[in-house]
């Protein structure tokens, strides 16, 4: 897995279509990896540093970048990077015994913006991995501006700044505008999406990530012989609005329980395999 031409280039593993199939990884013989591999490592331990591989993290547009004034806040809130239901079958079974309902929404290509507000004011504005200085050219911070935060109301609000200028804009947006996918309240609960959506509306005046649907578990998933290949089939087939292809879904119980591993609310994400990001 080389680059004849530039050997020191990282190689991308992603999403494609081998003979008509979809292709979302690679096996490799034993035979193939170090010595110690084999001779130390035990199922489920962390190899990625041994081997060498790290996580694909999209180049933050230069229009975007502005300036850092610290890391991301880790101790007040938690990065929103969604896990992938199909790396994780333990957690696919978490999400959907959990309650009665599953609430599904659609996956937004944008980039990630979370905004700490304490007593009706905004204190810090984040993209996914920084905090962002708040100067006229930053447009986390004018984004985050345009929100009208009820007085003396105190969260944490994440969504994705989608529009002209960020990534492909394959919403297709005349301008930027905040989507939110998720509220937490200063007791640390996060609202369900029919409650964040209202929020929104009334509150905020912002958009909400689109719901795709609302289901009842024992009429759905508790019926379909595979329920993870039955959603992916769902996320392959999403398109935005615009009518371009869609990233893919977000999966819940519609109450947003908090999952204490990840502090997110508890749920996964689904790729949609004809997207090409």
């Known amino acids: 897995l080389v680059d004849s031409k530039n050997p020191d280039k990282s190689l991308r593993v992603k999403n494609i279509k081998l003979r008509g199939e979809y292709s979302s ?7 193939e990896f170090p010595e110690q591999f084999t001779e130390t490592c035990v199922v489920g331990e962390d190899v990625t540093t041994l081997l060498g591989v790290t996580k694909y993290i999209k180049e933050m547009p230069a229009n975007l970048s502005g300036e850092n004034i610290g890391d991301f806040p880790s101790h007040l809130a938690s990065k929103t990077d969604e896990d992938n239901g199909l790396n994780d ?16 929404t659609q996956k937004l290509d944008g980039s990630s913006i979370t905004i700490v507000v304490e007593d ?9 991995n920084l905090s962002k200085k708040d100067t006229e050219n930053s447009l986390f911070w004018r984004s985050a501006k345009k929100l009208k935060i009820p007085n003396g109301w105190s969260g944490i609000i ?8 960020i990534q492909k804009n394959n919403l297709k947006l005349q301008d930027v505008r905040i989507f939110v996918f998720q509220i937490k309240t ?14 929104c509306k009334e509150e905020l005046n912002c958009d909400v990530v689109p719901l795709i649907a609302t289901l009842e578990i024992s009429a759905t998933v508790k019926i379909w012989v595979d329920p993870l290949q039955k959603l992916q089939e769902l996320a392959d087939r999403q398109r935005y609005e615009s009518g371009l292809v869609g990233e893919g879904i ?7 329980p908090r999952s204490f591993e990840s502090r997110r609310p508890l749920g996964f994400k689904l790729i949609n395999r004809n997207y090409k990001d």
Do not use: W
């Open 120 to 128: 009706g004011i905004i204190t810090q504005v984040c993209s996914r």
């Open 158 to 165: 994440q969504g994705e700044l989608c529009g002209n200028g």
């Open 89 to 104: 079958p333990s957690l696919v079974e978490k999400v959907l015994s959990a309650e009665p309902y599953i609430t599904i």
């Open 25 to 31: 990884g690679l096996v490799i013989p034993l035979s």
């Open 250 to 256: 977000v999966v819940r119980p519609s109450s947003y």
């Open 186 to 199: 200063k007791d640390s609960i996060y609202m369900s999406y029919d409650k964040m959506a209202e929020f």
